[in-house]
Every structure is written in structure tokens, then in C-alpha cells.
């Protein structure tokens, strides 16, 4: 049962289309995370969120728009799509920013064409 | 800016057969941590370890800090520990640095 919920579990998308990732975790987390995963490069952070707030940004695409309506919520909007965007992401939370263990969920696997 | 560097990149072994994973990392690292990703690519944290050594069941994590290396040790490996061993660091809270992992197959 996983506390995490990441939507889609796979998305195809076209060059230029513009797609929203959806992230939501039940597990009373104040802090969460979007963090990448492609094939050319490691996991790597994107942005971090502490009660619905930015904290810290390291997208240096202003395409990629975090969106969190509800404190358990932090989606992903990502525009003019592009074939390099093609990755997994994936949606992590701790209790707080400052905590040590991130939980993160199954991921979204982006496919751009 | 920070690194995190893992080896080996991969690793084949027999089942019963013990294996130890390195990182490496370039900075005094905190909130040192290893994470599991399975085949499917759900990622579980496994160790937070900034320094010392910690066990649980047949992992053993050892971090030296001040050598900025840690270790993953699993005994007796079975078919269901295949998959990717990624060791992951943060100088700024929240931002977690990952290596590039090891893949580890296990064969019956």
C-alpha cells in the first residue's frame, strides 16, 4: 500500500505538448521533493518544498513548474516539452526538510517524442 | 560541486555469496544515505548513516567520514536483493547528491 502516489505510472507526450505529473503522499509529510532520473545522468534534485513553500530550486528551466494546492500535494507541470526531458521523476516527502530519511514513490516515466 | 562516486558500476553473483558496494564522496559529507532501487524502480531508503556502523538483517552500512567513504555490505545474497544500490549525500538540507549506483545481479 504504498503512501506515496505518483500519476501517471508512464506518460507519452509530443515535442512542444505540455504535461502535469501528479504527486500526492498520505504520510503527513511537511516536506517534499521532485528529484529526476534519466539515462545519461543520476538521480538529481530538482526542487524541495517545506510546507507548501519553495525552499530550494536546482531546475534551471523555468518549463518545470512545481504546483501545490494542498500540503500532501506537490505536482510537477512541465511545458514546451522536449525529447531530453525524457525521464523518470520521482516524488519524495520527510517529515520535515531537515529530516534525514526521504521516502520517495514509484516514479513517473516520461517518454517526450 | 559535490560528488558521490560508486563502485563497482556492476556486480554478478552467485547466490550465498557476499558483496560489498563503495562511495566515494568529495566533500565532508552529511546525512550520508543508501538507497535500494528495485527492478521495477521504486526506490527505498535503506541506511541513513553520516558516520559509523549500522545493521539491519543481512545489510551492514560503514561510513568513515573524515575518509568521505562508506561502504554497503550484503551477506548471503539472494536472488531478491537484484537490482540498484545508490549512495546519496546532502551538504544542503533537503538536496540529496547521488552516485550513479551499482547494479547487482544475484543468480540461483
Known amino acids: 500500500d504504498p503512501k506515496i502516489i505518483q500519476k501517471p505510472k508512464y506518460l507519452v507526450a509530443v515535442t512542444g505538448s505540455e504535461k502535469i505529473l501528479i504527486c500526492e503522499q498520505y504520510?503527513?509529510?511537511?516536506?517534499m521533493y521532485w528529484y529526476r532520473q534519466s539515462a545519461k545522468k543520476p538521480l538529481e534534485f530538482m526542487f524541495s518544498?517545506?510546507?507548501?513553500?519553495?525552499?530550494d530550486n536546482q531546475t534551471a528551466s523555468s518549463r518545470f513548474q512545481p504546483q501545490s494546492s494542498k500540503k500532501n500535494h506537490l505536482d510537477l507541470q512541465i511545458t514546451a516539452l522536449k525529447p531530453d526531458d525524457s525521464a523518470t521523476y520521482f516524488c519524495?516527502?520527510?517529515?520535515?526538510?531537515?529530516?534525514?530519511?526521504?521516502?520517495f514513490g514509484a516514479g513517473t516515466r516520461l517518454s517526450v517524442l | 560541486g559535490q560528488q558521490v562516486q560508486q563502485s563497482p558500476a556492476s556486480l554478478v553473483l552467485q547466490e550465498g555469496e557476499n558483496a560489498e558496494l563503495q562511495c566515494n564522496f568529495s566533500?565532508?559529507?552529511?546525512?550520508l544515505q543508501w538507497f535500494y532501487q528495485h527492478p521495477g524502480g521504486r526506490l527505498v531508503s535503506l541506511f541513513y548513516?553520516?558516520?559509523g556502523t549500522k545493521h539491519t538483517g543481512r545489510l551492514t552500512s560503514t561510513t568513515v567520514t573524515n575518509e568521505r567513504r562508506s561502504s554497503l555490505h550484503i551477506s548471503s545474497s539472494q536472488t531478491t536483493d537484484s537490482g540498484t544500490y545508490f549512495c546519496a549525500m546532502a551538504q544542503v538540507v533537503g538536496q540529496l547528491t547521488f552516485g550513479r549506483g551499482t547494479r547487482l545481479q544475484v543468480y540461483a
Open positions: 518544498y517545506s510546507y507548501q513553500k519553495l525552499m
Open positions: 519524495a516527502s520527510s517529515q520535515d526538510r531537515g529530516q534525514n530519511t526521504l521516502y
Open positions: 566533500s565532508t559529507a552529511t546525512r
Open positions: 548513516n553520516p558516520s
Open positions: 504520510l503527513g509529510h511537511n516536506a
